[in-house]
């Protein structure tokens, strides 16, 4: 069993930044990769950013250049830095745990209100 629990979201304006943070505990060490979601409010679900065990990232051609991703694996930490947030940025950001056995895992959202 893995548990993962986002943090960091908030209320910022046009052109500012926020870090999001997830954290991961249990087997923590059973997980493949993980990746930031976001949901919009249209419904709309999209796969922000995924970084793998091993310190591979993938973005979406959406997020490239204002997302970064990264992990502090010691910590079982994975961080999703954004910078220059547009309104249309406002979501709620999903962390998203896939395990070795196949296994997936969702926190509960962390909300990000960009301002115009």
């Known amino acids: 069993q893995v548990h993962v629990v986002e943090s960091g979201g908030g209320l910022v304006q046009a052109g500012g930044s926020l870090r999001l943070s997830c954290t991961a505990s249990?087997?923590?060490?059973?997980?493949?990769?993980m990746s930031w979601y976001r949901r919009t409010a249209s419904k709309q679900h999209e796969l922000v950013a995924t970084?793998?065990?091993?310190?591979?990232?993938h973005y979406a051609d959406a997020m490239k250049g204002r997302f970064t991703i990264s992990r502090d694996a010691a910590k079982n930490i994975v961080y999703l830095q954004m910078i220059n947030l547009k309104p249309e940025d406002t979501a709620v950001y999903y962390c998203?745990?896939?395990?070795?056995?196949?296994?997936?895992?969702w926190g509960q959202g962390t909300q990000v209100t960009v301002s115009s």
């Open positions: 998203w745990a896939h395990t070795y056995r196949a296994s997936e895992y």
């Open positions: 970084i793998t065990s091993g310190g591979s990232t």
């Open positions: 249990g087997n923590a060490f059973t997980i493949w990769s």
